[in-house]
């Protein structure tokens, strides 16, 4: 496998990873938040069903006056039983509210024990104003405890209450066990709250009355007291176990000085009165006044112990939100460290590796490699060495692309010299004889007739003794020119040696070769050289002309044998004329 697919692979697989941990563990973290935020709303909903305990168990305390009121009425005490009323509504409404729409089964549940508590509610102060419309005479005879009924079913209504608040509260603990105690005892604190109302209640009318205690009421009385004061226990046993904080024990103290210390104590005194038909001492009105007041610094522990547990279960949640965040936030530093090592890599490292492997592999190719291709080496690192070995073996490619490229010149300019007169510039012999080897194959393949001129200029060396050396090559160089201007496609001209020259014509027949030679020789001797100064020689030449099929020949050497002596006749025929060497015959130059 290719290293770029395997590093995609690899990262790909690591990010798909460090992604489904990440969405993992964000999840759980979600779904602890959601449990603690639910946790503390069913503790805030036990909060609102306390509350609702709270009012209906004080409603009560204005309906006992309105039950036990004497002729006329006094629209006072209704009044004022009316406002408890009211409050008692807000709270119920409030505590409905709370649970509406809810369908966790602990809300469900709430939410039915809420609803039976306001039906229970609505009858028992159905019956507290049928009865506190009867008579005083029928309402206050004793025996038929009249007024005791609607009293009953007011406390009916808070146990039904009190399973609300135990329904949520037990909903708040089994999200946070280690808050069980305050939760716990602020349940206790409510029912103790709601068990010290009751036994106030059962002397309202024995002190409206002034009558002793019945025994019902006794027994009442004791099943109470014995009832709160294990409710006592518990609240301290509990507050002990869980080392209580210096609030909550200031709450606790506050609770045994005020209620145990004043409330109870008055109720103790008033039992025994009444049990022995001592007189009380006070009314039902300054009862109350002595005796509620106390009954506020249970409220108060209540208070306290549900603000510990709330602010407890408050700060759990901000903890578990901030350590959401925190394990998100890592998360995510995680994946954006995977990604820039990613992205890092494969800038880093894969791509100047794919460029310098193309760059290598184009100068293998012997492919153009101008020097922008490849970036300027500035790295330092491991990456960059091998982009210096690549530049390097680029460099040295091109160098020697260029010697190559001279050499080349420099044969090509060899090869040209070597096939070149010097002087002329016209073939030289050898150079003739590779040319003319290739003219007479082609000759050959076509069945052409060929031609061969050779001529010579006549009393050359008198031209060199009386004007020099150099007037001599000026005389070549212009032979070689006006030569060159005659021959045409298919004749191959070139310099033979001192001052003969040679002319190869293919396809050419011999009527056409002794036209050509004669052509040559009139415009030699027609036109003068002309040297510096304006001295103007007249130069002739002596031409031998061999003709034959190029099928008939088995080299140029017989041809040029046959050529040279027809030359040499024109020599000796006194120069300046053709002679052809097949058939022997002579043209004269006329
Ligand atoms: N200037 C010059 N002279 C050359 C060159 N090659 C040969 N020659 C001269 O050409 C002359 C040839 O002389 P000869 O062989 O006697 O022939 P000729 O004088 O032309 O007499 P015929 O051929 O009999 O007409 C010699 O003097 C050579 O030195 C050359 O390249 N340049």
Known sequence: ??????????????????????????????RHVDASELGLAAMQRAYLAMKVAETASAERGPAIPVLNDTEPPDPAKRARLTDFRH???????????????????????????????????????????????????????????????????????????????????????????????PLVGARYAAELREYAGRLGSQFTTPLATQLPLERGDEREIAVLTGRIEQLRKLISLQARVSRASAPLQAAIATMEARYFGVGLPLVRELTERGQSGQPYGLDS?????????????????????????????????????????????????????????????????????????????????????PSDHLPPVTREDEIGDMQRAVAALRDATLRRRALEAEREQLIGQLRVASDTDFLTGLPNRRAFAEQAARLLAQGRRHGWPLALLVFDLDHFKRINDQHGHPAGDAVLRAVAELARCQVRQGELLARYGGEEFIILAIDCRPAEAALLAERLREALADNPVVLPGDVRLQVTASFGLACTEARALLDLDSLYREADRALYRAKAEGRNRVCRSEPAARLDAG
């Open 1 to 30: 496998m290719r290293l770029t697919r395997l590093f995609l692979l690899t990262t790909g697989l690591l990010l798909s990873l460090v992604t489904a941990l990440l969405l993992h563990s964000s999840w759980a973290d979600w």
């Open 87 to 181: 409050a008692t509504d807000t709270a119920l409404d409030q505590a409905l509210a709370a649970v509406a729409g809810l369908a966790d089964p602990a809300s469900v549940s709430a939410r039915a024990q809420l609803e039976q508590a306001r039906t229970e509610l609505a009858r028992a102060r159905v019956e507290v104003d049928r009865v506190a419309a009867l008579p005083h005479a029928e309402r206050s005879a004793p025996g038929r405890r009249l007024t005791r009924a609607p009293i009953d079913q007011m406390f009916a209504v808070i146990d039904t209450v009190l399973g609300a608040v135990t329904t949520q509260s037990a909903a708040a603990e089994a999200v946070y066990p280690e808050l069980a105690m």
């Open 285 to 369: 009105a300054a009862f109350v006044g002595r005796y509620v007041p106390p009954m506020k610094s249970i409220v108060e522990l209540r208070d306290t112990l549900f603000a510990a547990a709330r602010d407890d279960a408050t700060a759990r949640v901000a903890a578990v939100r901030r350590d959401m965040a925190i394990n998100a936030t890592l998360g995510l530093a995680v994946l954006c460290i995977e990604l820039t090592v990613f992205l890092l890599i494969r800038h880093r490292v894969l791509l100047p590796l794919l460029r310098g492997t193309r760059g290598m592999n184009a100068i293998m190719d012997g492919r153009d490699l």
